[in-house]
């Protein structure tokens, strides 16, 4: 079957009709609220080894949802007081390329600190290599939604992913040496959903928000149209026509950030590639184009324009690093 590829004027002309999950609200109250319950228990370690003059860099960790230990790395500019920070989440399955030399760095030398967070379960760098299922079985690719098939959609990895983000601010706010009314989140793949939805509930911290090729978004027309690894455990996960599989499917609404789109008050760039298989245009559009806030879209026509994804992290960075700036 042809794989149905939008144009631009199909992407650009994109809007959702949107009715919210009956819920929605009161669901998400109902999970930060035992969120909030969980101690946060930071802590940081200072690396010696990658620790200089101008910067010092400390590996963390802190708790979150399901009781899960989050871990990532903190760098802090030195000789600076309270200084912007920017949160960094990945895709699924999927690093950021060279994420010290292309983020890290940058940041820190504009003053602005970089939070960089594992996604849950991402931990092993094994889980990146994406491994292709054998004939026995053996090297079956990761499915971190389906292997929690029965589990109360409250305890989900969607729903867990989001509530790490908001532990991400949360952890922020509590060090001295960071503006927590000047962070900046940028998201790519998966992670602009956590990125979506911690600028949608910590407007107060959140002040710029940069998107990478943002998906699953807009479900309805993402899973029909992405051709990665996420839609296709997903398309797995909710096929059938049972009540489990309707009421799932009524569900995973919950966790879809157009529903919070117009709730986004800081300025976003979003950047998205019309070629792009795994993290389809349109779907993304769709968001783009119901956020009512100050905003703008990076578009590559072709894949081979930034195969490395060198200049969409550059011009992403300095669209936080200048918004940040002005914020603080």
Request: net charge neutral; aromatic share 8%.
């Amino acid at each position: 079957m042809a794989i149905r590829r939008p144009g631009f004027d199909e992407c650009y002309q994109a809007l959702p009709e949107l009715t919210r999950p009956a819920q929605f609200q009161s669901f998400w109250n109902s999970v930060i609220l035992s969120l909030k319950k969980v101690p946060l228990e930071p802590q940081l370690k200072l690396r010696l080894k990658r620790t200089f003059a101008r910067e010092s860099l400390h590996d963390v960790q802190f708790r979150s949802h399901n009781d899960t230990v989050l871990s990532g790395y903190l760098n802090i500019p030195r000789k600076l007081k309270r200084v912007p920070a920017v949160i960094t989440f990945h895709d699924y399955l999927s690093d950021f390329e060279r994420v010290n030399e292309s983020i890290t760095e940058p940041l820190s030398q504009a003053g602005i600190a970089h939070l960089y967070l594992k996604m849950r379960g991402h931990e092993n760098p094994a889980v990146f290599a994406r491994p292709t299922r054998s004939k026995d079985g053996a090297g079956a690719p990761t499915t971190f939604f389906l292997d929690q098939q029965g589990q109360p959609f409250e305890r989900s990895f969607g729903v867990a992913i989001i509530l790490d983000a908001l532990r991400g601010v949360d952890f922020l706010r509590l060090n001295r040496n960071i503006n927590h009314t000047a962070i900046g989140l940028m998201g790519r793949g998966l992670g602009c959903v956590p990125a979506l939805f911690a600028a949608a509930f910590k407007p107060e911290s959140v002040r710029a928000l940069g998107l990478e090729r943002p998906g699953p978004v807009w479900h309805e027309e993402w899973l029909q149209l992405s051709q990665s690894p996420l839609a296709r455990e997903w398309n797995e996960w909710m096929k059938g026509r049972s009540a489990q599989k309707k009421e799932l499917r009524e569900k995973m609404r919950q966790i879809d950030p157009v529903y919070l789109s117009q709730e986004i008050s800081c300025p976003v760039l979003m950047s998205t590639g019309l070629e792009d298989a795994e993290h389809p245009a349109l779907p993304g559009f769709g968001l783009f184009n119901l956020l009512r806030t100050e905003k703008a879209v990076q578009i590559f026509t072709d894949e081979a324009q930034d195969p490395d994804h060198k200049k969409e992290h550059q011009q992403q960075v300095e669209f936080l690093i200048e918004t940040l700036r002005a914020k603080d």
